[in-house]
């Protein structure tokens, strides 16, 4: 039975057809719709033709890249393989397609329904009760969560609390763990973002619910007008699929930036991609991979930025043999000092003293995130051996810097 092709949204706008090919087997093809503008591109590496892309044994990485992994691509493969024959991810991307993470939306018929339900924000940051409530949330929000990850996660849209907005599309990530394996990973990330910020890096805002199961993440691809932004992981602008996102170089991704960033944001991008490694590098981030930096903008033609900082944690902790998710400087052996100043030289071109300058501002985070840690463990004694493994880490790479 032939399966029926998808419709492709840009920015609410049909844009093109994504469909498999009646002629060659396990390829997939996509092609812009007639009169197309060069705003509605799908990508940056895809420009306006008229001839149509293809790929084989899978989807173009921009489609890719929000497909559903871990416990949540699982759970949608359990409830729909049964009825879909076949099932494949052009199947996954049909059912989660309506809510993505930025500006691309998919569909089976010509008009695009984005309504989800709503859910109360407060609820799930002030949750005490024994039932699993991320089950709850899995359940409801699972056919809307077009986001990537191991670690499981949904996307909700909440209209009841004081950022009530009038649109119908998702509002934001809701993140939890598998405390037996990850202990404290919300509140990893929660620790590590602030140290970033404090690092003068630009970071979506996050928090942690208060039995500390849930790590809440404002979309940082929604703007106050209600419009979703572009976002394309550097799997997508390397031209690779997303198992490939531990393939390549720091270097390589300072490059693709040069590529893709618009000139006028070119010099801040770099300095705050520098920034990034480098700070990554310090807390013992070994999943500082490609899929978690991107850029962001509009659509094609405006202006493209760096995206700010999303899942940063510290890996060292859950795995003390852990190593750099890339190569810098043709190793994944994590960086001294001497190595970053040479790297952070390397991406922005500048002297050594601006690389030390900025080095100094990243010991500045690892300092904030170690004065975080050590508040949290006066806070929450339960989790002391969790917040000892972070302490010794943070200083660890501290060190390395100083």
């Not at 501002?361 to 300092?367: H, I, K, L, P, S």
């Amino acid at each position: 039975m032939k399966k029926a092709p998808l419709h492709v949204f840009a920015s609410g706008a049909r844009v093109g057809m994504l469909m498999r090919s009646d002629v060659e087997q396990d390829t997939l093809l996509f092609r812009y719709r007639g009169g197309t503008a060069p705003e509605g591109a799908v990508s940056l590496t895809m420009p306006i033709r008229a001839d149509q892309y293809d790929s084989i044994g899978g989807l173009l990485p921009i489609f890719e890249m929000n497909l559903p992994e871990g416990l949540l691509r699982e759970r949608l493969r359990l409830q729909f393989a049964k009825t879909i024959p076949g099932f494949d991810d052009l199947d996954l991307l049909a059912i989660v397609g309506a809510s993505q993470i930025g500006r691309l939306r998919y569909a089976q018929q010509s008009e695009l329904d984005e309504a989800m339900p709503s859910q109360d924000l407060d609820e799930i940051l002030t949750y005490q009760g024994s039932a699993n409530l991320f089950a709850h949330l899995l359940e409801r929000f699972a056919t809307y969560s077009g986001v990537s990850g191991v670690q499981p996660k949904v996307l909700i849209r909440d209209d009841e609390g004081p950022d009530k907005l009038t649109y119908q599309g998702a509002t934001h990530i809701v993140k939890t763990f598998d405390p037996a394996e990850f202990p404290e990973l919300a509140a990893n990330e929660l620790i590590c973002m602030h140290g970033a910020a404090a690092a003068g890096i630009h970071t979506a805002r996050v928090r942690l619910s208060e039995n500390r199961r849930f790590l809440v993440v404002d979309r940082f691809d929604l703007t106050a007008e209600g419009r979703y932004l572009g976002i394309e992981d550097f799997c997508v602008l390397d031209g690779r699929r997303a198992h490939g996102r531990y393939d390549g170089s720091y270097e390589g991704v300072a490059r693709r930036i040069s590529d893709f960033i618009s000139e006028s944001a070119l010099v801040q991008a770099l300095e705050q991609y520098a920034l990034q490694v480098a700070y990554a590098c310090s807390i013992g981030n070994g999943d500082a991979h490609l899929k978690n930096f991107a850029a962001i903008y509009r659509h094609p033609e405006d202006v493209v930025e760096l995206a700010p900082a999303y899942d940063l944690v510290s890996t060292l902790p859950y795995r003390p043999r852990d190593t750099l998710a890339l190569t810098m400087d043709g190793s994944k052996c994590f960086p001294d000092r001497a190595q970053l100043i040479r790297f952070v030289r390397s991406v922005t071109g500048g002297s050594k003293a601006r690389a030390v300058a900025l080095l100094e501002q990243v010991a500045t985070g690892v300092e904030a995130a170690l004065e975080r840690t050590r508040e949290y463990g006066q806070v929450h004694q339960d989790a002391n051996e969790f917040v000892e493994l972070l302490r010794r880490v943070l200083c660890a790479g501290l060190a390395r810097l100083r």
